[in-house]
């Protein structure tokens, strides 16, 4: 399940770093890539039986951690998803609830490693060089995923005709668009330090008149909201939604979608383009 973990997240690390910034510390996407090398390398551990007692109690150690994060999460910003397989929670969601037991259940596991008696190990060697390989594989797809990406996001909105229509429908259930009009629709976090450096750059797509109307989308979170509204001052329509709605529209924030004649026409990730380069 370390194992698990570890390479989902490494496979888009950049999501993973991106939901770590809802937690309102923008350094906590700095650990993103430690973490899913930590993960890397207890699962290893544990699956090789290297130092059965030290590698429990370093897993269970690493649970607890991650565990009291997610529950301030839980309290402080009502975050109900815990990112533990990164881009593949999207397809699984559970309560927060779920989380804490599916954490203690582990820890009970690691009970009879944790009552091991020590004995000598056995091809030290062959599993050193197993762990540093795994390590290194992850490190090295999570430094793939880890860029400034001005491309598309993996499983891009506008990837092929069906995920455009089928992400239309789903913005459709927030927001009534007319087929008739033009519209840049900004989906961001309140408390997102890369969605807040893009904001400006939306706001002149309204201010120049590029399109009919800008309309944000942003994940619940009151508290943020408030400081976002005052520092900010947002000019354009914001509309709220469950951080569980977002995550079946994308799993990548900030995002910003031009839509026209009621359907995606392309999408840009990462920090949104300004208008004014298009001016002469």
Request: charged fraction near 15%; hydrophobic fraction near 45%.
């Amino acid at each position: 399940m370390f194992l698990l973990s570890a390479f989902a997240k490494a496979w888009d690390a950049e999501a993973f770093a991106d939901m770590l910034l809802l937690y309102g510390q923008p350094w906590f996407s700095i650990g993103a890539p430690l973490v899913i090398c930590v993960e890397a390398v207890l699962g290893t551990a544990l699956l090789l039986r290297v130092q059965p007692r030290y590698s429990a109690l370093a897993a269970d150690i690493f649970l607890i951690s991650v565990s009291v994060v997610f529950a301030y999460g839980v309290v402080a910003k009502g975050i109900h998803d815990c990112g533990c397989f990164g881009a593949l929670s999207r397809y699984y969601t559970s309560s927060p609830w779920m989380t804490f037991v599916r954490n203690a259940v582990f820890g009970l596991i690691s009970i009879p490693a944790l009552m091991e008696q020590p004995k000598s190990e056995t091809y030290v060697w062959q599993k050193l060089t197993l762990g540093v390989c795994i390590a290194a594989i992850a490190s090295f797809i999570c430094g793939l995923a880890m860029r400034d990406s001005f491309e598309l996001p993996k499983q891009s909105l506008v990837e092929n005709e069906e995920d455009r229509a089928q992400t239309m429908e789903k913005l459709k259930a927030v927001y009534p668009f007319d087929a008739d009009s033009s519209y840049v629709v900004y989906l961001f976090s309140f408390s997102c330090a890369y969605c807040q450096n893009s904001f400006a750059n939306v706001q002149q797509y309204q201010q120049f008149h590029a399109v009919d109307k800008v309309v944000g989308i942003a994940v619940e979170d009151e508290e943020a909201k408030e400081r976002f509204y005052r520092i900010y001052q947002p000019r354009i329509e914001i509309r709220t939604i469950p951080q569980k709605q977002m995550m079946n529209i994308t799993n990548v924030l900030p995002i910003g979608l031009l839509i026209m004649g009621d359907s995606i026409r392309n999408a840009e990730s990462g920090m949104i383009t300004s208008p004014g380069i298009f001016i002469k």
